[in-house]
């Protein structure tokens, strides 16, 4: 299974991301904001099949969140697998929907077997 290790936060804007995120590729992302204390919480997962910069800019205007995390991964599958991962790891309990497959693949969750 591929690391989780997610680099970030960083402030979610278009220079940000231009500086952070400057390979074109898949990956995966989590947006949301530091409570009081400093601890990060999100409240978006996701991942883009082939440019996660591009991804990324596409929220910038759609969230009030202020932050991101992101990888990349090595293909889209992997960023499916790793979506997968996260949401069961660390979203299943924050009212995030279970990741979905792309349209034209017949891919399963590797942890329950979802598909959709
Ligand atoms: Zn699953």
Redesign the pocket.
Known sequence: MASLKMEGPFRLNAETIDEKVNRISPGNYVIGRRNESGTFLFKRIGRANSDLNSKLKSWVSKTTKPLFKFRYSSSAREAFAVE?AI??DFAKDERVE?PKRPDSTNWR?P??G?YK
Request: hydrophobic fraction near 10%.
């Open positions: 997968c949401y069961h279970h969750c942890r329950c979802f």
